[in-house]
């Protein structure tokens, strides 16, 4: 009997799994009272209790509403959302410019072919730290002081804090307007189809959003001109009013959007590449033009082997996000990096970082596979 | 990339948090004694405070404060590594056991006391300011409407920002950096209008980074004055009176007027204080666990507070601050020498 079970590779087998599992367990139950005893022995005090408090630090920029008066949570979901806002806007470029590069590489014009490779060979070359740095660098020292600034356009001020442009100004009414418009819009583009069938495509368009601009501003004007535009205006040692952009925020997002376009770039060209050449024949001679073959035969099916390598890009781009506290940009790591010297609670707001990035990249991770998934051949 | 660095660098510290056993249980004393050398945390650059010369000898008021301590416990004043932390690295350097003492500007404040260090003895007194071109024409807090501030993480001056613009509703910019001379820099090219930090290390910038320094002008941010004070770990009662004495030793000989120079006349004393002080009447080294006449041999390396003062900030320096609060008592500062008995 014995000797049976011994010889059980079955039992064997669960025998060991179970012996790593339970090992496994004590080794982390080991790191955990220990890191407990530790703490204690140094007098760190532990806990997330410091997570009501208020956190009394400003922090530079939001995409959230947050004051100092607001709790370290609150400067947790700044950062948070911070750092999201980053990584889409910077997937979101880099995955244009990526796709801008690939065609142009994959072009027959050999100068814009070899300017996209020359491209890609320099921006996959450069630590993204040094471009990041660049970037700041120039942006905080080829445009002039506050008082001296370029003003391009009017409203438009370029300076060393950045670029302030007019705002919108949303006054009572301003929903009415909007949703009175987009009706307005509707409707015009419906009339526009009824027009007799000799009337060029390029007229009815150009006639039908003429005339909706026209019924718009009868509508605003109507309204009592409840939008507006509000310029910046130099007061003391700033500018105040309008919408502004950060020269860190410029400098982040440009920097990590060139880099990132590169290795994208790459991507989606050997996406491209791997489909047959016979699909481009066989659009040939249906009669497809190329943009048609590229767009409508080739893309769908370079996309399936473009997504995996793309979900690592992505989930690359979002990590690297947290460079940005080189330049002086308030994402997450940044955040962090204040709570821990304000609170001392180091290995709380190091978990807190940890669990936010694995959140975001799984996340990332899921939606792409997800994506995947629906784009992949479906085999009969 | 930088950045993954430096979370490594706080990370390392965390891993021996996880790791460690409770087998140490060694004092720091006897800790440094064996490895005949201690190690302080450093600023990562901040002349006249600390920083390495020419030669990567390290100077200034926070390295000699350091070096002291080295002195009355290993007698050798060169007997000390220096390890440069940022303002966030600092505090979890000293909590793990990564340096000995941390000796970096850094101000004494109820919640760092409470959440796991000690102070020991301020070594230096003074005020946060700002600093702005004078060419803005602006000498004084209340001017500085929308003013944007470059800002240094991992300092007390996050939430003085934030206090002075609340207070003088003057609705400042913070710019923030986790790294000192990113702040700096981006002051000298011209992104904010002010850097905020101690003053002393302003006029330590100022000496060091500015093309020209009657060009900026430094006042102010507010009318509290901070302690900035050498700190050591929670635990290890032993340690925080080593480190005060030796601190106070500096203080103290200054109001004895005991110099680098008379100190060995100084030992034929007739003064009973100055007797004890110097070890000549034995009893106050042995109480700490120390050699008795560790404070005489403190002042013959390395001077008393006055000329470690001149030396490194005052006259002597490029960056001739005034004694200021920092004067003895009797001479209107607040350096106030306690009893070695």
């Known amino acids: 009997m014995l000797r049976t079970l011994w010889y059980s590779s079955r039992l064997r087998g669960w025998t060991a799994q179970i012996a790593l599992l339970g090992g496994l367990a004590c080794l982390l139950w080991w790191i955990g009272g220990n890191t407990i005893d530790n703490l204690a022995e140094r007098g760190i005090r532990t806990g997330f209790g410091f997570l009501t408090r208020p956190a009394r630090f400003p922090i530079s920029e939001t995409v959230v509403a947050y004051t100092p008066s607001d709790s370290f949570l609150w400067a947790y979901v700044v950062g948070v959302a911070n750092t999201i806002w980053l990584s889409v806007i910077t997937i979101g470029l880099a995955t244009a410019g990526g796709l801008a590069l690939a065609l142009a590489r994959l072009s027959a014009h050999p100068m814009l072919s070899r300017l996209a490779a020359a491209y890609v060979t320099v921006f996959r070359n450069i630590p993204l730290i040094v471009q990041l740095l660049f970037c700041y660098g120039v942006a905080t020292s080829v445009f002039p002081a506050p008082r001296l600034a370029l003003n391009p356009l009017p409203g438009v001020f370029l300076s060393l804090r950045g670029v302030y442009a007019p705002a919108l100004t949303l006054g009572q009414g301003a929903g009415w307007v909007f949703a009175l418009s987009a009706l307005l819009a509707a409707a015009f583009a419906l009339t526009a189809r009824r027009w007799p069938a000799n009337v060029p495509t390029a007229w009815r368009v150009t006639g039908a959003s003429g005339l909706w601009v026209l019924a718009s501003i009868v509508v605003w004007w109507l309204a009592g001109r409840p939008i507006g535009l509000e310029s910046p205006v130099l007061t003391g040692l700033n500018f105040r009013g309008g919408s502004y952009l950060s020269p860190e925020f410029t400098a982040i997002i440009i920097g990590l959007s060139l880099y990132t376009a590169a290795f994208a770039g790459e991507i989606i060209r050997g996406g491209i590449e791997a489909v047959g050449k016979g699909q481009w024949e066989g659009g040939r001679a249906l009669g497809l033009t190329e943009r048609q073959i590229m767009f409508k035969v080739i893309l769908p099916q370079a996309l399936r082997i473009i997504v995996p390598p793309m979900t690592s890009q992505y989930l690359s781009t979002v990590k690297n996000t947290t460079l940005a506290v080189a330049v002086g940009y308030p994402e997450l790591g940044l955040i962090v990096n204040t709570v821990i010297n304000q609170t001392g609670q180091a290995l709380e707001s190091i978990m807190i970082m940890l669990g936010v990035f694995l959140t975001i990249s799984l996340s990332v991770s899921l939606l792409m596979n997800w994506f995947n998934a629906r784009i992949a051949l479906v085999e009969r | ?311 490194n900030v005052g006259e002597h320096s490029p960056l001739k601050l005034e004694r200021g609060y920092n004067a003895l008592y009797k001479d209107g500062g607040l350096m106030f020498p306690l009893a070695f008995q």
Request: proline share 5%.
């Open chain 2, 1 to 311: 990339m930088m950045d993954h660095l430096k979370l490594t660098a706080l990370l390392a510290p965390m891993a021996s948090l996880l790791l460690a056993t409770a087998a140490q249980a060694a004092t720091t004393l006897e800790t440094v004694k064996e490895r005949g050398r201690l190690i302080c945390g450093a600023s990562q650059g901040t002349p006249g405070f600390g920083a390495p010369d020419g030669d990567g000898y390290w100077r200034g008021l926070d390295v000699e404060t350091c070096r002291a301590v080295a002195v009355a416990v290993l007698g050798d004043k060169d007997a000390v590594d220096f390890v440069p932390l940022s303002g966030q690295q600092r505090i979890p350097a000293l909590q793990t056991g990564e340096i000995d003492v941390l000796p970096r500007t850094l101000t004494w404040t109820l919640q760092r006391d409470a959440n796991g260090i000690n102070f020991t003895q301020p070594n230096y007194f003074e005020y946060t300011g700002f600093m702005m071109p004078k060419s803005l024409g602006i000498a004084k807090v209340e001017d500085m409407a929308g003013a944007s501030v470059c800002v240094q993480t991992g300092s007390t001056t996050e939430v003085v920002v934030n206090d002075v613009s609340t207070k003088h509703q003057l609705d400042l910019q913070p710019v923030v950096f986790d790294n000192t001379s990113a702040a700096r820099q981006a002051f000298f090219s011209g992104r904010c209008d002010a850097l905020i930090t101690d003053a002393g290390a302003l006029a330590s910038v100022r000496a060091s980074m500015a093309k020209n320094p009657d060009d900026y002008i430094i006042f102010p941010a507010t009318p509290y004055v901070d302690a900035l004070t050498p700190a050591v770990r929670q635990g290890d009662d032993q340690w925080l009176d080593i480190v005060r004495w030796s601190i106070q030793a500096l203080i103290a000989a200054e109001n004895f007027g005991i110099t680098q120079a008379n100190a060995e006349e100084m030992l034929q004393s007739e003064d009973p204080r100055i007797a004890r002080f110097l070890g000549t009447d034995p009893g106050n080294g042995t109480a700490l666990g120390l050699k008795d006449d560790f404070a005489y041999q403190i002042i013959k390396a390395l001077g008393n507070y006055g000329e470690m003062f001149d030396r």
